[in-house]
C-alpha cells in the first residue's frame, strides 16, 4: 500500500516534507524532530540523517505526490523518529559473535591472504572489555579458532539469555578481481512482506515470519546507531544501513540482532586498514560507543542532522 507521505506526516505530526529538486528524479526531505530523511523517487537508496538507509521499496510519485510504501514507513522510518532505548536493567546481557572459524575461513584479504575468521575474533575481543566496563554482560560465541554451526550461535544467545546479539565480519565482493568496492555496512533481518538489499543466491520469500521479525524496531534502531558510530569513529565508507534475509544467525534470534561487515578484505586500501590492530581497536570503540551511551531527549531537538564534533577528522557523510 502506497502513502502519500505529506499527508501522512502532517497527520502524525513528524514535520514538513519539502521537495529539493524536480526533474526525472525528484528528491525530497522529510525534517523530523529526530533526524533528516532524505529520498529520492525510484531510489531504493534514502538517507537518514545523511547515512545511507535502503528502502523496501522504491518511492513513487501519483499525480505529483510523493508516496512511500507502508512497510517502509512501518519498519524503516517510524523507528528512527524514535531513540533507542538500551537495556536498563543492571546486568544487560550481550552475545558477540566473531564471523566464522575453524576449518569456516570467511573470506580473506587481497593482501597476503589473512582470513577473515582472525580478523573477526579480534574484533570482539577488543570489543568485549570496552563493553564490560560499561554495564554490559558480556559472552562471546567463541574465543578460538573453531567451527560454530550457525544454529549453535544463535542457542548460545538463548542459553545465555542475552537482550542483545551483534556478529562480525569482514566483507570480501564475490569476484576476486573487483578491487573497488568499500566501506561498512550494517544488517538487519528483512521484515515480513518487505524484498531484501541482499539476496545473494538465496530465495528471498517475503512472505516469511521469522522468531526475529518481533524486534524489526530494535533491530534497525541498533543497526543505525552502531553504523553511524562506525563511519564517525572509523572514518570509514558508508555501505549503508541494509536488509538481508539469509542470514540464519539473525532471524533465529529470540533477542534484537545485527550484523556488522567492517570492511571489504577485497580492497587494498580497506585491506589495509583492517590488518593494522589500531584501526581494529577503532572498531571496537565504535561498536562500543554505539552500545553504552543512553541517548538523551535533546531539548529542542535538532532539526536537521546534528555534526557531532570530530576528533579526528572523520566525516558522516
Ligand atoms: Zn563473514
Known amino acids: ?22 526533474g ?72 558477540i559473535d566473531p564471523g ?24 570482539a575481543k577488543r570489543l568485549a572489555p570496552i563493553l564490560e566496563t560499561n554495564g554490559w554482560k558480556v559472552f562471546l560465541t567463541r574465543t578460538s579458532d573453531e567451527d560454530i554451526s550457525l544454529s549453535n550461535r544463535v542457542a548460545f544467545a538463548d542459553s545465555c539469555k542475552a537482550d542483545l546479539f551483534i556478529s562480525l565480519h569482514f566483507n570480501a565482493t564475490a569476484s576476486p578481481s573487483d578491487h ?22 538465496y530465495d528471498d520469500d517475503v512472505t516469511l515470519v521469522y522468531p526475529n521479525n518481533r524486534f524489526d524496531t530494535e533491530n534497525l534502531q541498533y543497526a543505525v546507531r552502531v553504523q553511524r558510530s562506525l563511519l564517525k569513529i572509523a572514518g570509514a565508507h558508508d555501505h549503508g544501513v541494509r536488509r538481508a534475509r539469509f542470514m ?10 545485527i550484523l556488522v561487515e567492517g570492511g571489504y578484505l577485497s580492497n587494498p ?5 583492517i590488518a593494522d590492530p589500531a584501526y581494529r581497536q577503532k572498531l571496537a570503540e565504535a561498536v562500543a560507543a554505539a552500545l553504552v551511551e543512553t541517548p538523551k531527549v535533546q531539548n529542542p531537538p535538532p532539526p536537521v542532522q ?12
Open 1 to 22: 500500500m502506497w502513502i502519500p507521505i505529506k499527508r501522512w506526516s502532517e497527520e502524525n505530526k513528524i514535520g514538513p516534507v519539502q521537495k529539493l529538486s524536480s
Open 24 to 95: 526525472s528524479v525528484p528528491t525530497f526531505a522529510l525534517k523530523s524532530a529526530n533526524g533528516l530523511l532524505i529520498f529520492r523517487a525510484y531510489d531504493l537508496v534514502a538517507y537518514w540523517n545523511g547515512m545511507e538507509l535502503h528502502l523496501g521499496f522504491a518511492p513513487q510519485i501519483v499525480n505529483g505526490e510523493p508516496m512511500l510504501h507502508s512497510l517502509d514507513i512501518a519498519k524503516n522510518i517510524q523507528p528512527l523518529l524514535h531513540p533507542l532505548t538500551l537495556p536498563e536493567k543492571p546486568n544487560r546481557i550481550i552475545v
Open 100 to 123: 566464522h572459524g575453524g576449518s569456516n575461513l570467511g573470506t580473506k584479504s587481497v593482501l597476503d591472504g589473512s582470513y577473515e575468521k582472525v580478523f573477526t575474533l579480534d574484533w
Open 180 to 201: 573497488d568496492e568499500s566501506g561498512i555496512e550494517t544488517f538487519c533481518l528483512t521484515p515480513t512482506g518487505m524484498p531484501s538489499t541482499l539476496t545473494r543466491e
Open 248 to 257: 540464519g544467525v539473525l532471524r533465529g534470534q529470540n533477542r534484537p540482532a
Open 269 to 273: 586500501r580497506e585491506a589495509r586498514r
Open 306 to 317: 546534528t555534526q557531532a564534533p570530530s576528533t579526528n577528522g572523520a566525516t558522516n557523510p
